[in-house]
């Protein structure tokens, strides 16, 4: 076996290492795969859009893998690298919806029925349509926050400060809570 | 309503959508063999462009010096050559600075800041090269062109003239101011219809940030 290792040439051990190494990468990614699905929801209105960007946060996050030194959580880094990469996406630009469009059925929702009582549903889609209201870093807080993120979570995510994070979470509860409101008091 | 209220309803629509999407392990390793389509890629595939572009013209006019007598073409050659060889040396120092930079810095506030840096750059260094070589060349083509003109020649033969008269160097003043513009303005909308956009969008988020 020493007379085998002896006789591996460097190219072919940084082939073995690498495919070690793309291994462990794709094992990671599969575990925690949710994560980049979430946020290609959140950023993309439909199937396409979330292919393509789900295509390209996997290529960044392995990219970016052999840099990770594991100072923070795989899932932080995870998270950094998927919305760094949609909100840096270069793709078409979509313009943002009207706030009175709401009830309107612009969005190719990623919900599909049947699995959910039917209050519940509409309630879904009216959080993802309030969602899209959102500006791209609004969306990525309150994406973090909804996944149960503490705040200096966010703040180390995003770069701002706590104190900070605070503050754009009670905006963004404005926003929605304007958005949503008719719609919640019609339902109840 | 609360902001807690729609964590059951994140928390259904990410379970829906993770379930609906869920790929293979197998699937994920044939994503690695695609191509990234991020910004960087992208400016690092048009430096590499003009880059190839600029250096086989260079090798036109550097064969040009060798094969051409006429001592304006000789000029020409050799002025358009330098301009080449200090376009190619500032791009790929600019490719070179951009392979090293990694747009997945610490947090977001970083890496937007680090791209919105690296786009501005691209785009102020295609601006000054188009607006310093194409005007030049543009006023020395039409040089070339203007006095030798068989007619021009003979003229200047017949009339001992001397080659620029005062004419000459205010038509050609006024061509390369009116050159100028057009180009500075024609590159700069041009750079803005590619990237202006997505630009602003960062900078919007980048402000958002740091507000």
């Known amino acids: 076996m020493s007379t085998y290792l002896k006789n591996i040439t460097p190219k072919a051990l940084a082939i073995v290492n690498n495919i070690e190494l793309e291994r462990k990468f794709t094992e990671i990614v599969t575990v925690h795969q949710g994560i980049i699905h979430k946020v290609c929801g959140i950023y993309c209105k439909n199937d396409e859009c979330r292919k393509d960007l789900f295509q390209e946060i996997v290529m960044q996050l392995w990219r970016s893998y052999p840099s990770f030194r594991g100072d923070s959580k795989i899932t932080t880094w995870m998270y950094r690298v998927a919305l760094n990469t949609a909100i840096s996406s270069f793709r078409k630009q979509v313009k943002k919806p009207q706030e009175e469009s709401i009830t309107g059925s612009i969005y190719q929702i990623p919900v599909v029925s049947n699995r959910y009582k039917q209050e519940q549903e509409e309630e879904i889609q009216f959080m993802y349509k309030a969602i899209e209201h959102l500006s791209k870093i609004e969306k990525a807080i309150i994406m973090l926050y909804l996944e149960e993120h503490s705040y200096e979570e966010i703040a180390k995510i995003t770069g701002i400060t706590k104190t900070n994070v605070g503050v754009k979470i009670n905006r963004i509860k404005g926003k929605l809570q304007k958005i949503l409101k008719p719609v919640y008091d019609e339902i109840r | ?211």
Not at chain 2, 29 to 53: H, M, P, T, V, W
Not at chain 2, 128 to 152: Q, R
Not at chain 2, 178 to 206: D, N, P, Q, T
């Open chain 2, 1 to 211: 309503m609360k902001l807690d209220e729609l964590k059951s309803s994140w928390e259904a629509f990410s379970t829906q959508i993770v379930e609906d999407a869920t790929v293979e392990q197998t699937h994920i390793s044939k994503l690695l063999k695609g191509r990234a389509d991020n910004i960087i890629a992208k400016i690092k595939k048009s430096l590499y462009i003009e880059i190839a572009f600029v250096a086989v013209t260079s090798f036109i006019f550097l064969g040009m010096l060798f094969k051409v007598n006429d001592p304006f073409m000789l000029v020409y050659s050799y002025a358009f050559l330098i301009f080449c060889i200090a376009t190619i040396v500032s791009l790929v120092f600019y490719y070179r600075k951009l392979s090293l930079f990694d747009p997945h810095l610490p947090n977001l506030k970083s890496s937007i800041s680090g791209i919105v840096t690296s786009l501005q750059g691209y785009v102020r260094t295609y601006h000054i090269i188009n607006v310093t070589i194409a005007p030049f060349m543009l006023v020395s083509a039409f040089m070339y062109s203007f006095f030798n003109h068989p007619e021009a020649e003979e003229q200047q033969a017949e009339q001992q003239t001397t080659l620029f008269t005062n004419e000459h160097i205010f038509l050609l003043v006024l061509l390369y101011i009116v050159a100028l513009v057009v180009l500075y303005f024609s590159s700069k909308f041009y750079m803005h219809k590619l990237y202006g956009v997505h630009i602003a969008s960062l900078k919007e988020c980048l402000a958002e940030l740091n507000e």
